[in-house]
């Protein structure tokens, strides 16, 4: 049994993980079109493998919608099958992985910054003009180092050499959520 992972939230991550969440294989695909790839990607990857799958973790952005909606579909169909699925936030990863403060950062539509910034259970999204943004925080995040001159950490590179300790808190955050009834979630 293993787990899916896909995030097309700016290029297409794609990787399979075994029931300890450490990774079978990982790929970064650099497509426009994901939709173009990824049915074949994932086909590969299962078959290649002879893998039953156990779950799907996906990531739900920021980032590129149709890109997101392309994956948030085949979760979906996925879903219909039976097959819990575990999502996330990119800004989420470095809370989940024991950072107390920060700031996650990544480039927006039309000149803008997102930024989500945290300290400890406080937090704040905006969208800021590009020319406007200054960094503040020591503890400086984005999906790609690359962003703002390699001044930030890769939540990627976090997520794919910390798998275990960052996936299984996703998948049990996520479970918790999920086993709540409706009157459950009033009452919280």
């Given at each position: 049994?293993?787990?899916?992972?896909?995030?097309?939230?700016?290029?297409?991550?794609?990787?399979?993980?075994?029931?300890?969440?450490?990774?079978?294989?990982?790929?970064?695909?650099?497509?426009?079109?994901?939709?173009?790839?990824?049915h074949k990607e994932i086909d590969e990857l299962i078959n290649g493998n002879h893998l039953n799958l156990k779950g799907i973790f996906i990531c739900s952005g920021p980032g590129?919608?149709?890109?997101?909606?392309?994956?948030?579909?085949?979760?979906?169909?996925?879903?219909?099958?039976?097959?819990?699925?575990?999502?996330?936030?990119?800004?989420?990863?470095?809370?989940?992985?024991?950072?107390?403060?920060?700031?996650?950062?990544?480039?927006?539509?039309?000149?803008?910054?997102?930024?989500?910034?945290?300290?400890?259970?406080?937090?704040?999204?905006?969208?800021?003009?590009?020319?406007?943004?200054?960094?503040?925080?020591?503890?400086?995040?984005?999906?790609?180092?690359?962003?703002?001159?390699?001044?930030?950490?890769?939540?990627?590179?976090?997520?794919?050499?910390?798998?275990?300790?960052?996936?299984?808190?996703?998948?049990?955050?996520?479970?918790?959520?999920?086993?709540?009834?409706?009157?459950?979630?009033?009452?919280?």
């Amino acid at each position: 049994m293993s787990y899916l992972f896909l995030d097309s939230s700016s290029s297409l991550d794609i990787g399979l993980l075994d029931e300890g969440f450490n990774w079978i294989t990982y790929k970064s695909i650099k497509e426009k079109k994901i939709s173009s790839v990824i049915h074949k990607e994932i086909d590969e990857l299962i078959n290649g493998n002879h893998l039953n799958l156990k779950g799907i973790f996906i990531c739900s952005g920021p980032g590129s919608y149709t890109g997101m909606r392309v994956v948030e579909g085949i979760a979906q169909i996925y879903k219909w099958l039976g097959l819990p699925i575990y999502s996330f936030y990119h800004f989420e990863i470095p809370a989940i992985k024991g950072v107390e403060s920060g700031s996650w950062v990544s480039e927006a539509f039309k000149g803008e910054v997102f930024e989500y910034t945290w300290e400890g259970k406080d937090n704040n999204k905006k969208l800021i003009v590009h020319n406007d943004f200054k960094p503040n925080r020591n503890s400086l995040f984005s999906k790609d180092d690359s962003f703002l001159n390699n001044k930030c950490e890769s939540t990627r590179d976090l997520l794919k050499n910390d798998s275990v300790l960052i996936l299984k808190k996703i998948k049990d955050l996520n479970s918790f959520w999920n086993s709540l009834s409706y009157q459950d979630l009033i009452l919280y």
